[in-house]
């Protein structure tokens, strides 16, 4: 059963940047599609992004689009958020999630695809 862990949260202004990282353990994240969400205080769940476990295809919420960019590096068991030009509505806890080896791609954006969680980072982004 695979494990994951967020890092790399924090307080940043608009505009700036921040990287996030999903480290994963007992089990090796290439057979997992990942997806990120995150939940601001008083939402519902939002996605993120997401990649796929085979060919690595990427998704990404409308509110994220050419800001965000989710990468994945399989030797280190990682999967990464880098996050530019941040805005205070970006503000929320960021989850991790994977999904092993679904049979198709159509449902990365969607929150019960996925089996495992991580704990969530907190980002704030203040004006």
């Known amino acids: 059963q695979v494990r994951l862990v967020e890092s790399g949260g924090g307080l940043v202004q608009t505009g700036g940047s921040l990287r996030l990282s999903c480290a994963g353990s007992g089990g090796s994240l290439r057979s997992y599609s990942m997806g990120w969400f995150r939940r601001a205080t008083g939402k519902e769940r939002e996605f993120v992004a997401a990649?796929?476990?085979?060919?690595?295809?990427?998704k990404y919420g409308d509110s994220v689009l050419g800001r965000f960019t989710i990468s994945r590096d399989n030797a280190k068991n990682t999967v990464y958020l880098q996050m530019n030009n941040l805005k205070s509505e970006d503000t929320a806890v960021y989850y991790c999630?994977?999904?092993?080896?679904?049979?198709?791609?159509?449902?990365?954006?969607?929150?019960?695809?996925?089996?495992?969680w991580g704990q969530g980072t907190q980002v704030t982004v203040s004006s």
């Open positions: 999630a994977a999904d092993f080896k679904p049979a198709t791609s159509r449902l990365v954006q969607f929150d019960y695809a996925y089996n495992y």
């Open positions: 990649i796929t476990w085979n060919d690595g295809s990427t």
